[in-house]
């Protein structure tokens, strides 16, 4: 467990150069570019938003046209990127790329063109689709639905709700009012009526149609509804020849796919390189780049610049005022925990790397929740498949997430053999139900199920020794800032005390009874550990608030300190969540195979056992990550480490499909 040195790197070069030698660093992926100086009278930044600007939206329209490619010809989609890695190609392919950039924006664009022309067909035939829908009800209807009528004569075309007769609607509408009416269709729903009366009657007709929720068509047209659908039917076929033709032309844009893919990592190149050019100081004739570099790194590309480029490079150490990233560096099995490690917060200024104690722990406590030996050897199943099949192309991040898992499914086949726990009781239900006889396999150490106490005994036993390492770490810390006296004030008294009223605890029946534990303290143990609560309590009454003068505060300050144990009784409490969870792992397999055995079809149980099991292994895998994480963020990390450092983001080749090497 290591955070590498740090050092300041500044680079003087010509501006003819400042192209490759940016490409270079790129490709090198190992300085972090930071504004590390103020620009000047002679020396400034230049603005490049609007460059920068472009190569996203290109980046954008790339990544919609892969979208619809994909959509239209999957055969061609790239998967499995994080297993099988990216696509390695040498530099001078990179390089004659930009022959092939304008054509393949082109193609892109054509893409997008093409893909808003189905779009806005099918948009055009829900329009129309929804327009026949209307009209469909007045297809036998030879008169225009916009016709109001002649200059002697009002006319009235629209429709009623519910369905109606003739002789209701005349019922309704000819008393002492001669009108003409005409039912066109009918339906529960509806009925679509033409009413003719004269101008003079027109008002009190309307009146009474109005009444009865008469409303007019929602589309009006100066044609008959019969000549009207005939004409959307032929504007239906052109639409949908707009949409056969565009697809088949997306579809020839198949063998594009690939240039399309690297057209995004190209322009994704481009972007972060001008993002890193807004950052540079230059002049007329020369720029200044600054950073940060790993210090095993840094005489490396020294060597190599100055060999490469007519350029002056200047390596610093860093001071304490400057804002250095941190990079980790630890081996294959604690490196996966730099990824829970971060999402907490790397390591501030002084602070040591925990990864690898983190890891020993939480490989333990995940193992622990879980406790289920089938569970635990799915998960080393699949990850170890996984890191085999791929180990040469798979991507570092998902690299990591599977050895991650690996791990802590050892740890859950562990805990699951010594629990006795075997996707719950499955070899007792099927042996009983299949085979007329019970076969069991003993835990190696105990059933939790039938000794919760005991377990909760081990969960606080664990607890505190996680507690411990956390102090030790805080120890280690401090000798690395070469504060001797804080290792005893502040790490040594509290493992007296803790230690001490531990002791003294278990010397009480009423805890040994909870804890269902039979224990015998000899008096002499019980007398040294009583003197040694005493005295390291007061050394941390009168220690904590060595840092004021004043000696009151500092009483003061060392009485809330040693209220602190309690803090440390609720930290040792929540380990108590190891029991509930291993419980409920172990509880909820044995009612999936009570279930299952309930039934006679051999088909059913496998499927019962199968869906059940998997469900329980995604809810209970989830909440052993979930707690995991959190006894190492509040209790562990609540001990010594308090993080707010910055991870090192070198400017490097970050796409998504393609790994740019010197081949």
Known sequence: MA???????????LKKDRKKLLEFLQRRGVVEISDLLPEDTVFKRNDVSEAKQNFEKNISFANDAIDILEKYVPDKKPSLIAFKGKKVVSSEVYDSF??????????????????????ESKAEIVKYQTQIDILRPWVTFDIPLSFSGTKQTKCFIGSLPNAWTLEALYESLAEGTPVEIDIVSSSKEQTCIFVLCSNENADKVYDILREMNFTYPSISMDTAPSEQLNQINDQLAE???VISDAEVEIKSYADHLEDFLFLQDYDTMRSEKYDVISRLLQSGHVFILTGYIPEKDAKKLETDINAKFDACVEIMEVSEKDDAPVLLKNNGFASPMEGVLASFSPPGKGEVDPTMVMAVFYYVLFGLMLSDAGYGFLMVAVCGFGLMKYRRTMEEGMKKTLRMYLFCGMSTIFWGIMFGSYFGDIVDV???????TTVSIPPVWFFPVKEPMRMLSFSMLLGIIHLFAGLAMKAYQ???QKDYKGMIYDVFFWYVLLTSLVVLLLSLEMVTGILGISLTIPAAVLSIAKYAALLSAAGIILTNGRESRNPFKRILKGLYALYGVSGYLGDVLSYSRLLALGLATGVICTVINQMASMVNSVIIFIIIVIIGHLLNFAINALGAYVHACRLQYVEFFGKFYEGGGRLFHPFNENTKYYNIKEI
């Open 430 to 436: 099927v042996s009983s139900k299949f085979f007329g």
């Open 478 to 480: 401090l000798y690395k």
């Open 3 to 13: 955070v590498l040195q740090m050092q300041k790197i500044s680079i003087y070069a």
């Open 239 to 241: 639409l949908n020849r």
């Open 98 to 119: 930009r022959e092939k950039y304008k054509p393949t924006l082109n193609a892109v664009k054509r893409v997008l063109t093409l893909q808003k022309e189905i779009a």
